[in-house]
Nanobody, 124 residues
Framework: VQLVESGGGLVQAGGSLRLSCAAS????????VGWFRQAPGKEREFVAR????????AYADSVKGRFTISREIAENTVYLHLNSLKPEDTAVYYC??????????????????WGRGTQVTVSS
């Protein structure tokens, strides 16, 4: 599985972005996909995940109500819609695939494939 993130950029606080995670391979379409982020000097943290069908989603408390994860199965793409952005959302955002299912998949160690990330910078 190869994952490529895009859509990051510089935005003012309160603004919005849409991140995309495009993938190759059949494994992607049948797997749970997660978004993580890592700010300088901090550990990589869970942001959101979505199961293979798009029916089940989960979010970190810090982004609940502001971010939305979705997937277009036909396009082999998962999106992360970032709204009401705050300066503390500044980080490199990564998408990842786990082969181990949706339940409890909030730890980076549960994920098997990673993209290279896309930078999101929110100015105050």
């Amino acid at each position: 599985v190869q994952l490529v993130e895009s859509g990051g950029g510089l935005v003012q606080a309160g603004g919005s972005l849409r991140l995309s995670c495009a993938a190759s391979g059949r494994t992607f379409s049948s797997s749970t996909v997660g978004w993580f982020r890592q700010a300088p000097g901090k550990e990589r943290e869970f942001v959101a995940r979505i199961n293979w069908s798009g029916i089940s989603t989960a979010y970190a408390d810090s982004v609940k109500g502001r971010f939305t994860i979705s997937r277009e199965i036909a396009e082999n793409t998962v999106y992360l819609h970032l709204n009401s952005l705050k300066p503390e959302d500044t980080a490199v955002y990564y998408c990842a695939v786990t082969l181990w299912g949706f339940i409890g998949a909030s730890s980076p160690g549960r994920y098997d494939y990673w993209g290279r990330g896309t930078q999101v910078t929110v100015s105050s």
